[in-house]
């Protein structure tokens, strides 16, 4: 197991992050939520890498999803059923992706209660979560949602060029859109000594 680094007073703009995004199949009568999709982007330095990952996850084909599920899952029904499973990733997912890092979602009880379940022994983290965030940060707007913020503040020409071919509500793309919203906030005039403690700590 890797160990974790504690990098809590460590300015933000020099932390290393792993950001990250599930696509479930929403919550239905009698089923747990279970993911089809990961996607995982980094940040060092105070900058996007280069290198992320994703991969569909295995879903049983007889398994419902909640009819308002968002994303492309009833087109890859046939892949996800031979797609590998969560726990078949986990080896890799936790040395090079998970474990000894701070994780970043938007709002991450989605993606904390899947890592729980999948890693029961494990405690991935400490979180931050971007949602928390742009509530702090950008309290006048309409709408704290990924999609929206990302269009209000002007970040789709950069997603766009990260992720080309993808859209919203696609693993990848939705955790490369954190990512770059939490660098976004990380620019802003005086943000320059931001801990990681304290965007771990927002309310």
């Not at 599930?22 to 980094?42: A, D, K, N, Y």
């Not at 968002?70 to 499973?85: D, E, F, K, N, Q």
Request: proline letters at 9%.
């Amino acid at each position: 197991m890797r160990p974790y680094h504690d990098t809590s007073a460590l300015p933000a703009h020099h932390a290393r992050f792993t950001v990250l995004d599930f696509e479930t199949t929403g919550s239905v009568r009698g089923w747990p939520v279970e993911p089809w999709q990961i996607g995982l982007v980094g940040i060092a330095g105070g900058r996007l890498l280069a290198d992320g990952y994703d991969s569909l996850l295995r879903i049983d084909p007889g398994r419902p999803f909640n009819p308002h599920a968002p994303g492309r899952h009833a087109r890859l029904r046939t892949a996800l059923a031979t797609a590998p499973s969560l726990a078949d990733l986990w080896p890799f997912l936790a040395e090079n992706w998970l474990l000894g890092r701070v994780l970043v979602a938007h709002n991450v009880g989605t993606e904390r209660s899947v890592l729980r379940r999948a890693a029961p022994l494990h405690r991935p983290g400490p979180w931050i979560d971007t949602l928390r965030l742009v509530r702090r940060t950008y309290p006048r707007l309409a709408s704290a949602a990924l999609d929206d913020v990302v269009g209000e503040l002007g970040l789709e020409p950069a997603l766009q060029a990260a992720c080309p071919g993808r859209a919203p509500h696609d693993a990848r793309y939705d955790a490369t859109a954190c990512a770059l919203l939490l660098l976004h906030c990380l620019a802003l005039p005086g943000w320059e000594q931001v801990t990681v403690q304290a965007l771990v700590d927002l309310e």
